[in-house]
C-alpha cells in the first residue's frame, strides 16, 4: 500500500481539496478491494495540531497523525490556502523541512491550486515548472521569482512533484495520481463516479485578465490605464514609451518587471479580454468583435486569440455564449 499524507495546514485551509482528495483515493481503494484486491492507498490527515478550525469555525478538521509522527510516506497533497499567503507561510512554517526531508527520502509531493505558495516555500520548486490557480499566478511570481509559473496548465509533473492550476481542477490532478498510482481503468471509474471530465490539460478558457497593478512604478500604472482604455486603438509601444518620456528598452524593462508581461503580451491579453466579453454577451460577428479591438488581420486575432483562451473565437463563444449560436 501507498502511505498518503493528507497535510491540513493552520491559518483556514481549503475544506474542498481536503475532503475531495480524501473521497477521490477512498473511491480508487473502493474500486479495487471491490474486485478482490488490496486497496491501494493508506491514508492519513497529518498536521502539527489536534484541532484546525475552517471557514471562520464553520467546520473544523482533527488530524489522525502529527508530522513526527509520520516517519514513511510515499504521496504528500498539500491543499489549497485562503488569499492571504505570506500569513499562512508564515503560520505554516513546520511543514516545509518536514515536506522536504521526505521528499529527499522518496516521498512525492502534490500541491492543490495556492497550495503551490507552501510548497514553494520548501524551495523544492526552485528552478520548476508551477502551476496555480491564474488569479494568485502575479502574486506567485513574486514572491518565488525563481519558480516558472505556467498558469496555462493544469497540471505538472517534474521529477515526482506535482502541481494544479485554480480550484476544483485538483479534481483533474487527484485522477492523474490515481492513475498513476492505480490504473487507467480506476481513473476512468472515478472521473465517471464524481462526473470529472478526465484530461482537461489547460485552464486558460477560465482566466480573466486583469492586469497586475499592486506595484510603485506610477508611470508603468498608467501606461497600463491607458491600453485598457483605449483598447479600440492602434497603439504604438514607441509612441506610449514616448508619452511618458522613457526609452523604448528601458520602458520594455519597467513593464516586465512590473507587470510580469511584455507591453505587446499585456495590450494582446487586454484586447483578447475584450473580445472574450463581446463573445459572451453579444451577437456581433467575430470579425466585428475583431474590428472593435483594433485587429484588421483576421488570422492574427485569431491565432492570438487562441494562444491566450486555449480556445477559438468560435469555440469561445460555443462554450459560453449559447443564445447568440441559436442565430
Known amino acids: 500500500m501507498k502511505h498518503v499524507s493528507i497535510l491540513i495546514p493552520e491559518a483556514d485551509p481549503n475544506l474542498s481539496s481536503i475532503v475531495g482528495s480524501y473521497k477521490v483515493l477512498m473511491r480508487a481503494n473502493k474500486y479495487w478491494t471491490d474486485q478482490g484486491k488490496r486497496p491501494v492507498f493508506s491514508i492519513q490527515l497529518v498536521g502539527t495540531s489536534k484541532h484546525v478550525d475552517v471557514h471562520d469555525g464553520l467546520f ?40 522536504a526531508d521526505h521528499y529527499k527520502k522518496g516521498a512525492e509531493v502534490a500541491s492543490m491550486c495556492t497550495g503551490a505558495f507552501l510548497l514553494a516555500s520548501t524551495g523544492l520548486l526552485k528552478g520548476k515548472n508551477c502551476s496555480t490557480h491564474w488569479i494568485a499566478a502575479d502574486s506567485f511570481k513574486k514572491l518565488f521569482p525563481d519558480v516558472n509559473v505556467v498558469t496555462d496548465k493544469v497540471i505538472t509533473d517534474e521529477r515526482g512533484i506535482y502541481t494544479n492550476g485554480g480550484a476544483y481542477s485538483f479534481l483533474h490532478l487527484l485522477l492523474y495520481l490515481v492513475e498513476k498510482y492505480c490504473d487507467r481503468e480506476t481513473a476512468i471509474h472515478c472521473s465517471k463516479v464524481f462526473e470529472i471530465d478526465i484530461d482537461r490539460e489547460t485552464q486558460s478558457p477560465f482566466t480573466i485578465f486583469s492586469g497586475l497593478k499592486d506595484h510603485r512604478d506610477e508611470e508603468i500604472k498608467k501606461a497600463q490605464l491607458f491600453i485598457e482604455k483605449h ?97
Open 60 to 99: 473544523s478538521i482533527h488530524p489522525n497523525a502529527t508530522l513526527k509522527q509520520v516517519r514513511q510516506t510515499d504521496l504528500i497533497i498539500i491543499p489549497a490556502i485562503k488569499p492571504n499567503y505570506k500569513a499562512s507561510i508564515t503560520a505554516n512554517k513546520q511543514f516545509f523541512p518536514w515536506i
Open 231 to 327: 483598447v479600440s486603438e492602434k497603439i504604438s509601444i514607441e509612441d506610449l514609451a514616448s508619452q511618458f518620456f522613457i526609452g523604448r528598452r528601458n520602458f520594455d524593462r519597467r513593464f516586465i518587471k512590473a507587470t510580469s508581461n511584455t507591453p505587446v503580451e499585456y495590450m494582446q491579453k487586454v484586447k483578447v479580454e475584450a473580445a472574450k466579453r463581446k463573445l459572451e454577451t453579444s451577437r456581433e460577428s467575430v470579425d466585428e468583435i475583431m474590428y472593435s479591438v483594433s485587429y484588421s488581420d483576421n488570422k492574427a486575432f485569431r491565432t492570438v486569440f487562441k494562444r491566450v483562451t486555449g480556445l477559438s473565437p468560435l469555440e469561445y463563444r460555443n462554450k459560453y455564449n449559447k443564445e447568440a449560436m441559436k442565430l
